[in-house]
């Protein structure tokens, strides 16, 4: 996507390193990184497998904190302010949406959807009626009573974006969100997840292994 000049920076990372030690050795994942998402924004990381794209997008969201440089929100560094700045940061302003969908099996799809808001102390009516309409905007207002056994795969993601984007969110992180899916299911997930940005305004980072799935979209 091109970017225009109107479009703020929303979060950054600046010269970011992250590694883990294990017995034999230590690996290094992300060396002198940086990136900077704009809001609004859609952006795809193509990698293979193990080249470090979740831990990118777990840094990015506040779950793991690097041993070096700089993840700026709308000019603060994250990893520098209060426990619970980083908590509200996350909750917030961070949505994620998984490769393995992480649904609740003894919940719907609407209870699913409306659990982050719930975890925010948001108003149960407040937090049912956004998880509805999210709920319809990804074709799923015919499945919403459904449990996570009931439905496909790409049922199933669906109402984790849903879930992603029920806090409304300023960025949407989302890990290899097709990687389960087969190819036709997941260029429908990656054209929801660009006709969400454009309609809700969020920035979307996604991460994936398989390229052809990045591409200009069709208009």
Do not use: W
């Amino acid at each position: 996507n091109s970017r225009t000049p109107e479009k703020k920076c929303l979060i950054e990372g600046v010269n970011v390193d992250k590694s883990y030690s294990t017995p034999r050795e230590v690996i290094h994942v992300l060396t002198q990184m940086s990136l900077q998402v704009l809001s609004g924004e859609v952006l795809g990381i193509v990698g293979a497998s193990g080249v470090g794209k979740s831990t990118l997008l777990h840094v990015l969201g506040g779950l793991d904190k690097p041993l070096s440089g700089s993840i700026l929100f709308q000019g603060k560094d994250i990893y520098k302010q209060s426990n619970g700045y980083l908590e509200n940061f996350r909750n917030g302003h961070i949505g994620f949406v998984f490769q393995f969908f992480n649904l609740l099996p003894d919940f719907t799809a609407l209870e699913n959807a409306m659990l982050p808001a719930l975890i925010r102390n948001q108003d149960r009516r407040s937090a049912k009626e956004r998880a509805e309409y999210l709920l319809c905007e990804v074709g799923m207002k015919d499945r919403m009573h459904h449990k996570p056994s009931e439905l496909s795969g790409g049922e199933s993601q669906r109402v984790a974006l849903a879930r992603g984007l029920v806090n409304q969110p300023d960025l949407l992180l989302a890990d290899e969100p097709t990687g389960n899916l087969d190819p036709v299911v997941a260029d429908e997930i990656i054209d929801l997840l660009e006709e969400l940005s454009t309609s809700i305004g969020t920035a979307i980072l996604m991460s994936t292994h398989n390229f052809p799935l990045i591409r200009p979209r069709k208009k």
